[in-house]
């Protein structure tokens, strides 16, 4: 039996292009998304996943929406928390509610998505948990204060479960992206992503695919002495 493997904003960009390769990896694949039920559509009648839809900010959505993966396809093994959003805007104009949304959907919508799921890998003794945080956690970025906060926020998140998991064959890593060519980032002005490809010695975005590969390396059975860790993919923009 393959295992099943659920990917948090599944259907559109990075999301997309990791439930695609957990699915040609021979997983058994869930994305979920938010609203976007247009782009859902599309997704799994191009690549046969099934979609769900639910808000990864609130619990008890989050924990019905598990309940119902599991129901339709057994045990999720593997959990990928990449659904995000950003709500940009130098500090001094920051909304709290512009903090609280990013806050809500990046950094609760993680704990969110692996607090259900946990007590069933524990019982288990297996479990694969990446996190798609982001450079910018690692370097912060100017306007990004709340999307910064919660991409350095998933670093501790990973690095304390995978102390937590370890004795039970949980491990928990994260990815940092950089640019990556997703409707996230073609939605910045042309001139601001002009200079933001400037800075990348890659001189290109990087693909959805890179970042997929990435996560299939981590979530193999052989990669379990794998844990705590953070993959940078970032075309050589920033090293820790
Ligand atoms: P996209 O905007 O292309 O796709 C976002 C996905 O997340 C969509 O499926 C969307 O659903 C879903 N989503 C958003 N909010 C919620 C929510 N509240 N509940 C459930 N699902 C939600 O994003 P990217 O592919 O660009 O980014 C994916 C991840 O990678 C994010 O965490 C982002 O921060 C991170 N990242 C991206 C980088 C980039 O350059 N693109 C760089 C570094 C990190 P719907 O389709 O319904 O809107």
């Known amino acids: 039996m393959s295992r099943v493997a659920l990917v948090t904003g599944g259907s559109r960009g990075i999301g997309a292009a990791i439930s695609k390769k957990l699915k040609a990896d021979g997983y ?11 782009a859902a559509a599309a997704f799994t009648d191009e690549t046969g996943i099934k979609t769900y839809k639910w808000n990864v900010a609130d619990y008890d959505s989050s924990k019905d929406g ?21 709500r ?13 949304q990013v806050i809500d959907t990046n950094l609760t919508g993680v704990f969110n998505t692996i ?5 069933g890998m524990r019982e288990r003794k297996f479990g694969r948990i990446v996190v798609i945080s982001s450079i910018n956690g690692q370097k ?9 906060a ?3 926020g998933d670093l501790g998140i990973v690095k304390s479960l995978a102390q937590e998991g370890a004795r039970a064959n949980i491990t928990a890593n994260a990815i940092c992206p950089g640019y990556i060519g997703t409707d996230m980032v073609m939605a910045v002005p042309e001139k601001v992503r002009e200079s933001i ?19 299939s390396f981590l979530v193999a059975d052989d990669a379990g002495f794998i844990n705590g860790s953070t993959i940078s993919a970032n075309g050589a923009q920033f090293f820790v």
């Not at 940009?88 to 609280?100: L, V």
């Open 88 to 100: 940009d805007a130098p500090f001094h104009k920051m909304t709290p509610e512009q903090w609280h």
């Open 140 to 148: 912060g970025q100017f306007a990004q204060v709340n999307y910064a």
């Open 28 to 38: 058994t694949v869930a994305a979920t998304y938010a609203g976007n039920d247009e």
């Open 197 to 215: 490809i400037a800075q990348i010695p890659a001189g290109r975005l990087g693909e959805p695919e890179e970042i997929a590969r990435a996560v």
């Open 66 to 86: 598990i309940a119902q993966v599991e129901a339709d396809l057994g045990p999720i093994e593997v959990v990928v928390a990449n659904a995000g959003i950003t």
């Open 115 to 119: 607090h259900p799921i946990w007590p």
């Open 150 to 152: 919660t991409k350095a």
